[in-house]
Protein backbone atom coordinates (compact mmCIF):
# COMPACT_ATOMS: atom_id res chain seq x y z
CA UNK A 1 0.00 0.00 0.00
CA UNK A 2 3.38 2.45 0.76
CA UNK A 3 3.93 1.38 -2.51
CA UNK A 4 1.11 2.63 -4.45
CA UNK A 5 0.74 5.80 -2.27
CA UNK A 6 4.07 6.73 -2.96
CA UNK A 7 4.98 5.77 -6.67
CA UNK A 8 8.45 5.26 -5.50
CA UNK A 9 10.34 1.58 -4.39
CA UNK A 10 9.91 -0.85 -7.28
CA UNK A 11 13.47 -1.39 -6.78
CA UNK A 12 14.66 -3.24 -3.92
CA UNK A 13 17.22 -0.96 -3.21
CA UNK A 14 14.62 2.07 -3.51
CA UNK A 15 13.01 -0.09 -0.82
CA UNK A 16 15.16 -0.21 1.43
CA UNK A 17 16.26 2.90 1.74
CA UNK A 18 12.69 4.13 2.01
CA UNK A 19 12.38 1.76 4.73
CA UNK A 20 15.49 2.39 6.31
CA UNK A 21 15.43 6.28 6.59
CA UNK A 22 11.28 6.05 7.36
CA UNK A 23 12.92 3.94 10.92
CA UNK A 24 15.48 6.49 11.29
CA UNK A 25 13.25 9.30 11.11
CA UNK A 26 10.62 7.57 13.64
CA UNK A 27 13.35 6.52 15.79
CA UNK A 28 14.64 9.97 15.96
CA UNK A 29 11.37 11.52 16.29
CA UNK A 30 10.38 9.23 19.69
CA UNK A 31 13.89 9.99 21.08
CA UNK A 32 12.80 13.82 20.91
CA UNK A 33 10.01 13.87 22.88
CA UNK A 34 11.37 12.93 25.76
CA UNK A 35 11.74 16.93 25.58
CA UNK A 36 8.09 17.41 25.91
CA UNK A 37 6.26 16.90 29.24
CA UNK A 38 2.99 15.28 29.34
CA UNK A 39 1.54 16.07 32.28
CA UNK A 40 -1.66 14.67 31.30
CA UNK A 41 -3.09 13.15 28.00
CA UNK A 42 -6.97 14.21 27.43
CA UNK A 43 -7.81 18.13 26.31
CA UNK A 44 -7.54 20.59 28.97
CA UNK A 45 -8.00 23.77 27.11
CA UNK A 46 -11.84 25.53 28.15
CA UNK A 47 -10.94 28.91 26.28
CA UNK A 48 -9.78 27.47 22.86
CA UNK A 49 -12.30 29.13 20.53
CA UNK A 50 -12.88 26.10 18.36
CA UNK A 51 -13.61 23.92 21.83
CA UNK A 52 -16.69 26.02 22.50
CA UNK A 53 -17.97 26.85 19.35
CA UNK A 54 -18.22 22.81 18.69
CA UNK A 55 -19.94 22.70 22.57
CA UNK A 56 -21.87 25.66 21.39
CA UNK A 57 -23.08 23.80 18.14
CA UNK A 58 -24.28 20.86 19.99
CA UNK A 59 -26.62 23.05 22.32
CA UNK A 60 -27.95 24.52 18.31
CA UNK A 61 -25.72 28.00 18.60
CA UNK A 62 -22.85 28.86 16.98
CA UNK A 63 -22.38 31.31 19.49
CA UNK A 64 -19.64 31.29 22.37
CA UNK A 65 -20.65 31.07 26.02
CA UNK A 66 -18.03 33.69 27.15
CA UNK A 67 -15.47 35.74 25.22
CA UNK A 68 -12.17 34.40 25.35
CA UNK A 69 -8.88 35.32 23.55
CA UNK A 70 -8.81 36.20 19.63
CA UNK A 71 -12.87 35.92 19.55
CA UNK A 72 -15.13 38.40 18.47
CA UNK A 73 -18.19 40.27 19.34
CA UNK A 74 -21.20 39.92 17.31
CA UNK A 75 -24.89 41.18 17.70
CA UNK A 76 -23.89 40.69 21.22
CA UNK A 77 -22.32 37.46 21.93
CA UNK A 78 -18.78 36.10 21.72
CA UNK A 79 -17.55 34.61 17.71
CA UNK A 80 -14.84 31.73 16.62
CA UNK A 81 -12.65 33.90 13.89
CA UNK A 82 -11.03 30.76 13.03
CA UNK A 83 -10.96 28.35 9.87
CA UNK A 84 -13.80 26.00 10.76
CA UNK A 85 -11.55 22.89 10.40
CA UNK A 86 -10.42 22.58 14.36
CA UNK A 87 -14.42 22.96 15.15
CA UNK A 88 -15.10 19.95 12.94
CA UNK A 89 -12.61 17.69 14.74
CA UNK A 90 -13.03 18.69 17.75
CA UNK A 91 -17.33 18.70 16.84
CA UNK A 92 -16.56 14.83 15.67
CA UNK A 93 -15.34 14.21 19.19
CA UNK A 94 -18.02 15.48 21.36
CA UNK A 95 -20.70 14.16 19.01
CA UNK A 96 -19.20 10.58 19.10
CA UNK A 97 -18.42 10.11 22.59
CA UNK A 98 -18.92 13.51 24.23
CA UNK A 99 -15.46 14.79 26.39
CA UNK A 100 -14.36 11.30 27.19
CA UNK A 101 -13.51 11.08 23.42
CA UNK A 102 -10.75 13.51 23.92
CA UNK A 103 -9.03 11.35 26.47
CA UNK A 104 -5.89 10.76 24.36
CA UNK A 105 -6.12 14.22 22.43
CA UNK A 106 -1.83 15.01 23.32
CA UNK A 107 -1.52 11.19 21.68
CA UNK A 108 -3.48 12.34 18.63
CA UNK A 109 -1.12 14.55 18.01
CA UNK A 110 1.49 12.93 18.62
CA UNK A 111 0.45 10.62 16.21
CA UNK A 112 -0.34 13.43 13.77
CA UNK A 113 3.12 14.45 13.71
CA UNK A 114 4.55 11.15 13.42
CA UNK A 115 3.10 10.68 10.49
CA UNK A 116 3.65 14.54 9.33
CA UNK A 117 7.41 13.06 9.44
CA UNK A 118 7.32 10.12 7.74
CA UNK A 119 5.48 11.58 4.56
CA UNK A 120 8.03 14.65 4.41
CA UNK A 121 10.76 12.08 4.49
CA UNK A 122 8.90 10.17 1.23
CA UNK A 123 8.37 13.29 -0.20
CA UNK A 124 11.86 14.72 0.41
CA UNK A 125 13.45 11.49 -0.78
CA UNK A 126 11.55 11.57 -3.86
CA UNK A 127 12.08 15.47 -5.03
CA UNK A 128 15.52 15.60 -4.60
CA UNK A 129 16.44 12.27 -6.85
CA UNK A 130 16.95 10.08 -3.49
CA UNK A 131 19.79 11.79 -2.09
CA UNK A 132 19.85 10.19 1.41
CA UNK A 133 21.51 12.19 3.91
CA UNK A 134 20.34 15.58 2.37
CA UNK A 135 16.47 14.30 2.94
CA UNK A 136 17.23 12.61 6.07
CA UNK A 137 19.23 15.81 7.16
CA UNK A 138 16.23 18.66 5.91
CA UNK A 139 13.30 16.13 7.22
CA UNK A 140 14.93 16.32 11.15
CA UNK A 141 15.83 19.30 10.61
CA UNK A 142 11.96 20.73 9.59
CA UNK A 143 10.53 18.37 12.09
CA UNK A 144 12.83 18.39 14.92
CA UNK A 145 13.83 22.12 14.91
CA UNK A 146 12.18 25.19 15.06
CA UNK A 147 9.16 26.37 14.56
CA UNK A 148 7.65 22.81 14.25
CA UNK A 149 9.01 21.06 17.27
CA UNK A 150 9.20 24.36 19.13
CA UNK A 151 5.68 25.06 18.68
CA UNK A 152 4.64 21.72 19.71
CA UNK A 153 4.37 21.67 23.64
CA UNK A 154 1.69 24.64 23.09
CA UNK A 155 -0.07 22.50 20.56
CA UNK A 156 -0.10 19.47 23.06
CA UNK A 157 -2.03 22.32 25.72
CA UNK A 158 -4.26 22.64 23.14
CA UNK A 159 -3.27 25.96 21.85
CA UNK A 160 -5.95 26.68 18.59
CA UNK A 161 -3.06 28.76 16.93
CA UNK A 162 -0.27 25.94 17.31
CA UNK A 163 -2.60 22.46 16.77
CA UNK A 164 -4.07 24.62 13.57
CA UNK A 165 -0.38 24.26 12.05
CA UNK A 166 -0.03 20.62 13.34
CA UNK A 167 -3.08 19.29 11.40
CA UNK A 168 -2.46 21.81 8.08
CA UNK A 169 0.90 20.38 7.83
CA UNK A 170 0.14 16.72 7.63
CA UNK A 171 -2.12 17.18 4.66
CA UNK A 172 0.69 19.60 3.35
CA UNK A 173 3.49 17.22 3.58
CA UNK A 174 0.86 14.34 2.05
CA UNK A 175 0.72 17.01 -0.47
CA UNK A 176 4.18 17.08 -1.46
CA UNK A 177 3.93 13.27 -1.50
CA UNK A 178 1.60 13.42 -4.18
CA UNK A 179 2.83 15.89 -6.64
CA UNK A 180 6.45 14.59 -6.44
CA UNK A 181 4.91 11.88 -9.30
CA UNK A 182 2.68 12.51 -13.00
CA UNK A 183 -0.61 14.75 -12.16
CA UNK A 184 -2.57 12.46 -13.91
CA UNK A 185 -6.20 13.62 -13.00
CA UNK A 186 -6.82 10.90 -10.31
CA UNK A 187 -3.66 11.99 -8.39
CA UNK A 188 -4.92 15.74 -9.24
CA UNK A 189 -7.85 15.18 -7.37
CA UNK A 190 -6.05 13.81 -4.10
CA UNK A 191 -3.27 17.06 -4.48
CA UNK A 192 -6.73 18.76 -4.46
CA UNK A 193 -7.81 17.05 -1.88
CA UNK A 194 -4.93 17.56 0.80
CA UNK A 195 -5.24 21.16 -0.26
CA UNK A 196 -9.15 21.70 0.61
CA UNK A 197 -8.61 19.94 4.10
CA UNK A 198 -5.47 21.96 5.10
CA UNK A 199 -7.25 24.81 4.15
CA UNK A 200 -9.98 23.88 6.43
CA UNK A 201 -7.62 24.94 9.56
CA UNK A 202 -4.89 27.52 7.26
CA UNK A 203 -7.37 28.94 4.80
CA UNK A 204 -4.05 30.67 2.83
CA UNK A 205 -3.31 27.02 1.68
CA UNK A 206 -5.52 27.86 -1.15
CA UNK A 207 -2.75 29.29 -2.81
CA UNK A 208 -0.86 25.98 -2.98
CA UNK A 209 -3.47 25.51 -5.95
CA UNK A 210 -0.45 27.40 -8.21
CA UNK A 211 2.02 25.10 -8.16
CA UNK A 212 0.40 21.89 -9.92
CA UNK A 213 -1.16 24.16 -11.82
CA UNK A 214 2.36 25.66 -13.31
CA UNK A 215 4.17 22.09 -13.42
CA UNK A 216 0.71 20.63 -16.05
CA UNK A 217 2.31 23.94 -17.99
CA UNK A 218 5.50 21.82 -18.35
CA UNK A 219 6.95 19.14 -20.31
CA UNK A 220 6.46 16.22 -18.26
CA UNK A 221 10.01 16.05 -17.06
CA UNK A 222 10.54 19.70 -16.20
CA UNK A 223 12.82 20.46 -19.02
CA UNK A 224 11.24 23.10 -20.45
CA UNK A 225 7.95 25.23 -20.16
CA UNK A 226 5.15 23.71 -22.71
CA UNK A 227 2.82 26.31 -22.90
CA UNK A 228 2.08 26.39 -26.68
CA UNK A 229 1.28 22.58 -26.52
CA UNK A 230 -1.02 23.04 -23.74
CA UNK A 231 -2.98 25.91 -24.87
CA UNK A 232 -2.63 26.07 -28.41
CA UNK A 233 -3.31 22.18 -29.19
CA UNK A 234 -7.15 21.78 -28.91
CA UNK A 235 -7.33 18.32 -27.01
CA UNK A 236 -4.73 19.38 -25.17
CA UNK A 237 -6.41 22.40 -23.83
CA UNK A 238 -9.32 19.99 -22.72
CA UNK A 239 -7.31 17.78 -21.16
CA UNK A 240 -5.25 20.71 -19.06
CA UNK A 241 -8.96 22.16 -18.40
CA UNK A 242 -9.97 18.52 -17.12
CA UNK A 243 -6.90 17.84 -14.98
CA UNK A 244 -7.72 21.47 -13.93
CA UNK A 245 -11.41 20.75 -12.51
CA UNK A 246 -9.82 17.93 -10.53
CA UNK A 247 -8.12 19.76 -8.96
CA UNK A 248 -10.01 22.47 -7.78
CA UNK A 249 -13.90 20.50 -6.96
CA UNK A 250 -11.86 19.84 -3.09
CA UNK A 251 -10.58 23.47 -2.67
CA UNK A 252 -13.71 24.73 -3.66
CA UNK A 253 -16.15 23.11 -1.58
CA UNK A 254 -13.34 23.95 1.31
CA UNK A 255 -13.57 27.07 0.18
CA UNK A 256 -17.60 26.75 0.31
CA UNK A 257 -17.72 25.86 3.85
CA UNK A 258 -15.67 27.96 5.48
CA UNK A 259 -17.98 30.82 3.53
CA UNK A 260 -20.76 28.99 5.11
CA UNK A 261 -19.34 29.42 8.92
CA UNK A 262 -18.68 33.14 8.13
CA UNK A 263 -22.13 33.56 6.94
CA UNK A 264 -23.71 31.91 10.19
CA UNK A 265 -20.91 33.38 12.69
CA UNK A 266 -21.36 37.22 10.94
CA UNK A 267 -24.48 37.10 8.71
CA UNK A 268 -22.05 37.62 5.79
CA UNK A 269 -20.05 35.01 4.35
CA UNK A 270 -17.12 37.67 3.20
CA UNK A 271 -16.62 38.62 6.81
CA UNK A 272 -14.09 36.37 8.47
CA UNK A 273 -14.14 38.64 11.69
CA UNK A 274 -10.47 39.42 12.43
CA UNK A 275 -10.70 43.15 12.74
CA UNK A 276 -14.09 42.59 14.82
CA UNK A 277 -11.66 40.73 17.36
CA UNK A 278 -9.50 43.55 17.86
CA UNK A 279 -12.34 45.93 19.44
CA UNK A 280 -12.05 47.53 22.77
CA UNK A 281 -8.56 46.29 22.90
CA UNK A 282 -5.23 48.27 23.16
CA UNK A 283 -2.12 46.14 22.29
CA UNK A 284 0.18 45.50 20.17
CA UNK A 285 -1.11 43.34 17.55
CA UNK A 286 -4.35 45.20 17.94
CA UNK A 287 -3.18 48.24 17.37
CA UNK A 288 -1.21 47.66 14.02
CA UNK A 289 -4.34 45.69 12.47
CA UNK A 290 -6.50 49.26 13.57
CA UNK A 291 -3.89 51.27 12.16
CA UNK A 292 -3.21 49.47 8.85
CA UNK A 293 -5.08 46.64 8.26
CA UNK A 294 -5.04 42.93 8.57
CA UNK A 295 -2.84 42.84 5.43
CA UNK A 296 -0.87 45.46 4.23
CA UNK A 297 2.51 46.06 2.72
CA UNK A 298 3.45 48.47 5.67
CA UNK A 299 4.43 44.97 7.71
CA UNK A 300 6.58 43.90 4.70
CA UNK A 301 9.93 45.40 6.04
CA UNK A 302 9.19 44.30 9.49
CA UNK A 303 8.36 40.35 8.99
CA UNK A 304 11.44 40.37 6.14
CA UNK A 305 13.31 41.42 8.69
CA UNK A 306 12.27 39.35 11.24
CA UNK A 307 12.16 36.35 8.85
CA UNK A 308 15.94 36.40 7.82
CA UNK A 309 17.50 38.48 10.24
CA UNK A 310 16.64 39.19 13.71
CA UNK A 311 19.42 37.04 15.40
CA UNK A 312 18.43 36.33 19.24
CA UNK A 313 20.54 36.19 21.80
CA UNK A 314 22.17 33.58 23.63
CA UNK A 315 22.95 32.88 27.15
CA UNK A 316 26.41 30.72 27.68
CA UNK A 317 27.73 29.58 30.85
CA UNK A 318 31.46 29.45 29.92
CA UNK A 319 31.86 27.92 26.23
CA UNK A 320 28.01 26.01 26.87
CA UNK A 321 24.77 27.47 25.72
CA UNK A 322 22.08 27.26 28.48
CA UNK A 323 19.50 29.57 26.71
CA UNK A 324 17.88 31.73 24.23
CA UNK A 325 16.85 35.27 25.03
CA UNK A 326 14.19 35.77 21.77
CA UNK A 327 12.27 38.57 20.95
CA UNK A 328 8.44 37.88 21.28
CA UNK A 329 7.37 39.12 18.07
CA UNK A 330 9.77 35.97 16.71
CA UNK A 331 13.57 36.07 15.46
CA UNK A 332 15.44 34.84 11.95
CA UNK A 333 14.10 31.75 10.52
CA UNK A 334 18.05 31.21 9.11
CA UNK A 335 19.36 31.37 12.43
CA UNK A 336 17.24 28.03 14.01
CA UNK A 337 17.17 26.29 10.20
CA UNK A 338 20.34 27.02 8.30
CA UNK A 339 20.12 24.48 6.43
CA UNK A 340 17.56 27.03 4.31
CA UNK A 341 21.28 28.59 3.17
CA UNK A 342 21.47 25.19 0.60
CA UNK A 343 19.61 27.77 -1.72
CA UNK A 344 22.67 29.47 -2.13
CA UNK A 345 24.32 26.59 -3.27
CA UNK A 346 21.35 25.51 -5.89
CA UNK A 347 20.90 29.35 -7.11
CA UNK A 348 21.97 28.00 -10.61
CA UNK A 349 19.42 25.61 -10.85
CA UNK A 350 16.54 28.51 -11.12
CA UNK A 351 17.36 28.21 -14.64
CA UNK A 352 15.63 25.00 -14.79
CA UNK A 353 11.39 25.60 -15.23
CA UNK A 354 10.75 22.86 -12.68
CA UNK A 355 12.82 24.74 -10.09
CA UNK A 356 11.71 28.01 -11.05
CA UNK A 357 7.75 26.86 -10.73
CA UNK A 358 8.86 25.86 -7.13
CA UNK A 359 10.58 28.59 -6.13
CA UNK A 360 7.57 30.78 -7.36
CA UNK A 361 4.57 28.74 -5.16
CA UNK A 362 6.98 29.10 -2.53
CA UNK A 363 6.95 32.65 -2.64
CA UNK A 364 3.81 33.45 -3.23
CA UNK A 365 2.79 31.13 -0.17
CA UNK A 366 4.91 32.86 2.32
CA UNK A 367 3.87 36.10 0.84
CA UNK A 368 0.61 36.68 3.07
CA UNK A 369 2.30 36.23 6.00
CA UNK A 370 4.91 39.02 5.34
CA UNK A 371 2.08 40.89 4.45
CA UNK A 372 0.21 39.53 7.64
CA UNK A 373 -0.22 42.62 10.68
CA UNK A 374 1.22 39.63 13.53
CA UNK A 375 4.94 38.54 12.97
CA UNK A 376 3.97 35.48 15.01
CA UNK A 377 3.57 36.89 18.52
CA UNK A 378 4.33 34.99 20.84
CA UNK A 379 7.54 33.14 19.52
CA UNK A 380 10.51 34.21 21.19
CA UNK A 381 13.41 32.66 19.16
CA UNK A 382 11.96 31.34 16.34
CA UNK A 383 9.63 32.17 13.43
CA UNK A 384 6.24 30.97 14.19
CA UNK A 385 4.49 31.71 11.22
CA UNK A 386 7.25 30.49 8.75
CA UNK A 387 5.09 26.94 9.81
CA UNK A 388 2.81 28.41 6.89
CA UNK A 389 5.52 28.13 4.08
CA UNK A 390 8.38 26.52 5.25
CA UNK A 391 7.77 22.25 4.37
CA UNK A 392 6.93 23.72 0.68
CA UNK A 393 10.60 25.94 0.97
CA UNK A 394 11.73 22.55 2.06
CA UNK A 395 10.12 20.70 -1.10
CA UNK A 396 11.50 23.14 -3.41
CA UNK A 397 14.90 22.94 -1.79
CA UNK A 398 14.74 19.29 -2.74
CA UNK A 399 13.72 19.90 -6.21
CA UNK A 400 16.34 22.31 -6.28
CA UNK A 401 19.01 19.79 -5.01
CA UNK A 402 17.74 17.54 -7.44
CA UNK A 403 18.12 19.53 -10.44
CA UNK A 404 21.59 21.27 -9.18
CA UNK A 405 25.56 19.96 -9.51
CA UNK A 406 25.99 20.17 -5.69
CA UNK A 407 29.60 17.86 -4.53
CA UNK A 408 28.73 15.29 -1.98
CA UNK A 409 30.92 17.39 0.22
CA UNK A 410 28.39 20.00 0.31
CA UNK A 411 25.34 18.16 1.06
CA UNK A 412 26.90 16.17 4.09
CA UNK A 413 27.51 19.97 5.32
CA UNK A 414 23.52 19.20 5.87
CA UNK A 415 23.97 17.49 8.95
CA UNK A 416 25.78 19.81 11.08
CA UNK A 417 23.35 22.30 10.06
CA UNK A 418 19.90 19.58 10.97
CA UNK A 419 22.23 19.18 14.75
CA UNK A 420 21.70 22.42 15.20
CA UNK A 421 18.13 23.29 14.27
CA UNK A 422 17.36 20.04 16.89
CA UNK A 423 20.12 21.63 18.99
CA UNK A 424 18.76 24.98 18.77
CA UNK A 425 14.43 23.65 19.16
CA UNK A 426 15.57 21.82 22.62
CA UNK A 427 16.72 25.07 24.17
CA UNK A 428 13.55 26.58 23.13
CA UNK A 429 11.37 23.62 25.21
CA UNK A 430 9.88 24.54 28.83
CA UNK A 431 12.03 22.37 31.08
Known amino acids: MLERFTSWGDRPQSRTILLGTSLFVLGACVRFLHLVAFNQLQFNNPENPAFLEAQSLLNGTIALPARVHDTAVFDGAARN ?52 IFSLSLTLSMMLGAPYFASFPSALGGSIYRANHCFSIVFLVAFLVLISSKLTATRLGWIGACIGAAMLFRAQYVLLLLLPVLLLLQDDEGQRWDLKANLGNPSQRRELLKKIGCLVIAPALALLLILGF ?140 QRATVPRPLLWLTVPAALWAMFYASLLIPT
Open 81 to 132: IFQPGQTLYFLAHLGLGGTASLAYYQLELVAIALISALLLNIALLRLSGSKV
Open 262 to 401: QAARFNNPLENGYLLAYEGREDYIADRAQDHGILSEYFLPENLYRTFWAAPELDFDGWEIEGVKGDRRGNSLIFSQPILLMALLIWPSLRNPRVQAWAIASLVLALPVWLYHNPGVYAPGYMRLSLDYIMLWAGALAVGV
